[in-house]
């Protein structure tokens, strides 16, 4: 039998409830030899996008093989449970766009097939637990070798898979328009800006920035890290994605800045 490859398992479950701890069970009574990493189990309940730009951030840290994706509102609807190869493993998960940008980040799919297979479906009296049920015995036997791609069901064009619409930045009239994409247990709050926009509008590390908020503006100075401001002072840094972050040292910018994902967010020089 093959060496058997890692599953990087994402979800939306939480770890107050036993569903975690299910998955995991599935897995390890098929194949009790896959190691099982936890990326993270603290998504936002049924927050797609938040999911996708989870599991896009750290894919590109995760051994290759398998990686298992749930978080799945549309559970039980027409909404296709799929596996799709890429040129750094499988992706396992629902087909409502959870799983593209970080296939996309690692080659983009090659095949993928929905999981029709009844041989490897858990049979269930109910319709709304995959992760259980379809998900993980497909990760299972892919990861341990026991089944191809091709044994789990039919096959589907790469390009008909459900695709997840992110917002670009728009730079005009001096200024970059971007959005909060996420914010992390810390109060810092990542946009969709790189710092490439910034130096378009002739801001360059070290300068001041005014971040708009709806109706508030704040002022914030660009720099590599949070030792260089006092205690309590926002930053606008370069985070650990290549991304601009707003912080505060010591404390939380979704709070200074009132900012929760999907919000509007100006960045222009003072």
């Given amino acids: 039998m093959p060496q058997s490859l890692p599953i ?30 936890d990326i993270t189990h603290g998504v936002p309940r049924g927050d797609v996008r938040a999911g996708a730009l989870s599991l896009m951030r750290a894919v590109q840290y995760m051994p290759e093989g398998v990686a298992l994706a749930v978080v799945d509102p549309g559970v039980g609807t027409q909404r296709r449970p799929i596996a799709a190869e890429t040129p750094w493993g499988f992706f396992v998960g629902p087909d409502n766009g959870l799983l593209s940008p970080a296939a996309a980040i690692v080659g983009g799919s090659i095949r993928a097939v929905t999981l029709e297979n009844p041989e490897l479906i858990l049979p269930s009296a109910g319709a709304t637990f995959d992760g259980r049920d379809r998900f993980a015995p497909a990760a299972a036997v892919l990861a341990s070798g026991q089944a191809s791609l091709d044994e789990l069901g039919q096959a589907v064009a790469p390009d008909d898979l459900m695709p997840l619409v992110l917002p670009l930045p728009e730079t005009k009239d001096g200024a970059v328009e971007g959005e909060a994409w996420w914010v992390d247990t810390f109060g810092n709050v990542q946009l969709n800006v790189g710092p490439d926009e910034l130096r378009e509008i002739g801001i360059s590390e070290g300068d001041s920035i005014d971040v708009v908020v709806g109706a508030l503006k704040r002022r914030a100075v660009w720099v590599r890290s949070y030792g260089e401001v006092e205690q309590g002072s926002p930053l606008v840094h370069v985070d650990s994605a290549g991304m601009l972050a707003l912080a505060v040292r ?10 929760r994902s999907g919000s509007s967010v100006v960045l222009r020089k003072p």
Avoid: M, Q, T
Avoid at 10 to 36: C, N, Q
């Fill in 8 to 37: 990087s398992f994402l979800s939306d479950f939480g770890l107050d409830d036993e569903f975690v701890g299910v998955v995991h069970g599935v897995i390890a009574r098929i194949a009790p030899d896959v190691h099982v990493i």
């Fill in 250 to 259: 010591e404390g939380s910018a979704a709070e200074y800045f009132i900012v």
